[in-house]
């Protein structure tokens, strides 16, 4: 029972999944509609839902997630349990539950939204108790006039992730408060949306709200000074403004001693920064090679070796072996669909998007890119948002490897010239969508001699010299790097994309 | 125009109910395979039978494999994804063998692949040795996968006969 609950804790969500790509792009088509200039109503409505019902709420779902008013003690989960969570009002109280399907496909959301208000007061709090920590919460703050389903970027205020704390089916479930300042102040008009999705598809998890209230402004901590309040900050101690999280664990980058691997308790039994479920380098050596596949199947004959336990369930077994070998990661080979969504993480900033997407995809407005011919089956694509900011940057990081040779190969085209797209290599870094200059190892522009869409663009070959880190008689001893792709667009106005068909290292 | 209008409906959903039914979860195998599942060899003859793995999403797994070594032989026992000992994309761990029964404890493909379904994961050089008829069983196939899920899987053996001539 144990190993299947860290299992399910520990899945690692596909970060660059085609339903999120659609999810994305159809975002990016719909425009921003004008702002209404008529009046609203101060305040939120039926706040602890007591009517029974979704008064004064709007209750969307996409891909079969929804939102309905649930009555403390009664069963509205498959999971035994859920009639004996005290609600915050308690007994015969009720609560609005966001609950994703669990039948397998990704991308199950449950959406509840407010009618537009006028805050009147600088914040508001809520309370709000999830069943899994696998699942994803946003809070996000909208114009009044913004798509419920799909708002525009200049719609959106604010988004922010909730963290997900305590998680328990039954009477010990804590319901949590939490306090948020309104992004635009209490004049701006706004609309207040809930989004929660299961990061696990098999498991169609849900999430209580309740006691959304207006109340008096308190100041909010931020010990890190990056802007974001401690009690949605993914690293508290140390400033990450950008709250990169490669791996969708509780725990941002900038903190996290697995940046690349779930592992929410974060265990380090020697002491050394890296957590025991990312801890490939057994012989502390620096280098995972061949002594320390030697050390491991020496343990897995029997001298037990704790170094090893990478589940830490002190033996060391064909699991242990999965997760070790789940870490070590050498060359980069993207004409593999496990590298294109597994190797790659999105790092983009400012509304910029970076993911895969497979050919025949329409992936701009302008016509014609369905119709372009990939090197193989996928691509990778950065693009800034539709609107052509010049700040928003579509930003793919490789997760860190060791190259299998001293060069490195792609092939790219933009959609237009009206592009700056660039090519990185990096040492492993914790701060990947603002890489510090000891960082950039290269940092070398896409050729972009000839832009274009449709059937007659062409991918341009690319070729990165990386001998000057590349050891060609120890492989594995190599230092391991990153590769980034950047890009923005040039122009204000238009949002253009890039599209990288094949990365690779090798001789 | 009205029973052309239902029964054009009633095809769509019968095509739909169809296609639905015959998805490939449905008809894909599970667990693995010996392949092939017969063997005729003659005394110091070679083949190779392979074990085929049929499931989704499987990063790692490790199995034994029993057989009766008066009857045939297993000259080399090797993983068909190679060691990143030697360039490839696995790591594999040493087999144990002892008379009649090998122990593979385990083989993983690194970076969050998976050995994909309906391909060989291991390949054995079986010799006939005397006549006879064996059964080549894999057995406690244990397999993980991307969920980290460990999981026992059934696997299918291999009948082998060894006679003269």
């Not at chain 1, 101060?42 to 602890?48: A, E, K, P, S, Y």
């Not at chain 1, 003690?73 to 966001?98: H, K, M, Q, V």
């Not at chain 1, 922010?160 to 009477?171: A, Q, V």
């Not at chain 1, 890489?435 to 663009?457: C, F, H, K, M, Q």
Request: proline share 8%.
């Amino acid at each position: 029972m144990d190993r299947l609950a860290t299992a399910r804790r520990t899945r690692i969500p596909r970060l660059l999944t085609a339903p999120r790509a659609a999810l994305l792009l159809c975002a990016l088509a719909v425009g921003a509609p004008p702002a209404l200039a008529s009046l609203f109503a101060t305040g939120i409505q039926n706040g602890d839902f007591a009517t029974g019902n979704l008064l004064g709420f709007r209750a969307n779902g996409l891909r079969g997630g929804g939102v309905e008013v649930v009555r403390q003690g009664t069963e509205f989960s498959a999971i035994p349990g859920s009639s004996e969570i005290p609600f915050p009002n308690g007994p015969g109280s009720y609560a609005a539950r966001l609950r994703s399907r669990g039948d397998g496909i990704a991308g199950s959301m449950a959406i509840l939204t407010t009618l537009p208000f006028l805050p009147g007061l600088s914040e508001f709090t809520f309370a709000t108790f999830s069943e899994s920590e696998a699942v994803r919460l946003e809070l996000l703050f909208l114009e009044p006039a913004a798509d419920v389903l799909r708002p525009a970027a200049a719609d959106v205020q604010k988004r922010l992730m909730l963290p997900i704390d305590e998680t328990h089916t039954d009477r010990a479930a804590g319901f949590k408060t939490i306090r948020v300042p309104f992004p635009r102040g209490p004049e701006h008009p706004v609309k207040i949306q809930f989004r929660q999705e299961s990061l696990e598809p098999l498991n169609g998890y849900f999430t209580l709200i309740t006691n959304i209230r207006i109340g008096e402004p308190v100041p909010l901590q931020d010990r890190d000074g990056d802007s974001i309040p401690d009690q949605f900050d993914n690293c508290v101690p140390v400033r990450n403004p950008n709250q990169e999280n490669s791996d969708g664990d509780r725990f941002g980058d900038a903190c996290d001693n697995c940046p690349y691997v779930q592992n929410n308790d974060q265990a380090d039994r020697d002491g050394d920064g890296v957590g025991n479920r990312c801890a490939i380098d057994i012989t502390g050596d620096g280098f995972t090679d061949e002594a320390d596949v030697g050390v491991f199947a020496a343990a897995v004959d029997g001298t037990f070796n704790p170094a090893c336990d990478f589940d830490d369930d002190g033996r060391v077994d064909v699991l242990d072996l999965a997760l070790f070998a789940r870490s070590v990661r050498i060359g980069i080979a993207s004409d593999d669909l496990w590298d294109f969504t597994w190797a790659f993480v999105d790092h983009s900033v400012n509304g910029g998007i970076g993911l895969a997407t497979p050919q025949g995809m329409v992936v701009s407005a302008i016509w014609g890119s369905d119709l372009i011919v990939f090197p193989g089956r996928w691509a990778l694509m950065v693009r800034s948002d539709a609107t052509g900011n010049p700040e928003a940057e579509g930003v793919l990081t490789s997760r860190p490897f060791v190259p299998r040779g001293p060069r490195l190969t792609l092939t790219a085209v933009s959609e237009s010239p009206d592009v700056a797209a660039t090519v990185r290599v990096l040492r492993p870094t914790r701060t990947p969508s603002t890489p510090s200059p000891e960082s950039i190892l290269l940092d070398v522009p896409l050729r972009n001699d000839r832009p274009g869409t449709g059937p007659s663009a062409r991918f341009l070959g690319q070729l990165l010299d990386l001998n000057p880190w590349f050891n060609a008689e120890r492989p594995l001893r190599n230092q391991r790097i990153q590769v980034q792709i950047r890009q923005h667009t040039t122009r204000a106005g238009s949002g253009y994309f890039t599209l990288i068909g094949d990365v690779r290292t090798g001789p | 125009m009205m029973i052309r209008s239902l029964a054009l409906v009633a095809v769509v959903v019968l095509l739909a109910a169809a296609s639905w039914l015959l998805r490939p979860s449905d008809w894909a195998h599970h667990g693995a395979t010996l392949d092939p599942s017969n063997v005729t060899l003659r005394p110091g003859e070679r083949t190779v039978v392979r074990l085929v793995n049929n499931e989704a999403d499987v990063v790692a797994l490790r199995f034994r494999l029993r057989f009766d070594e008066s009857i045939i032989a297993l000259d080399t026992i090797e993983p068909e994804h190679t060691s990143i000992l030697t360039g490839g994309n696995a790591i594999n761990l040493p087999s144990r063998q002892q008379p009649g029964l090998v122990e593979v404890p385990g083989s993983a493909v690194i970076g969050g692949r998976v050995f994909y379904p309906s391909a060989p994961v291991y390949r054995f050089a079986v010799r006939g040795v005397n006549p006879g008829t064996t059964t080549l069983a894999v057995e406690d196939l244990t397999v993980v996968d991307l969920g980290d899920a460990e999981r026992a899987v059934p696997a299918s053996p291999s009948q082998v006969t060894v006679r003269d001539r």
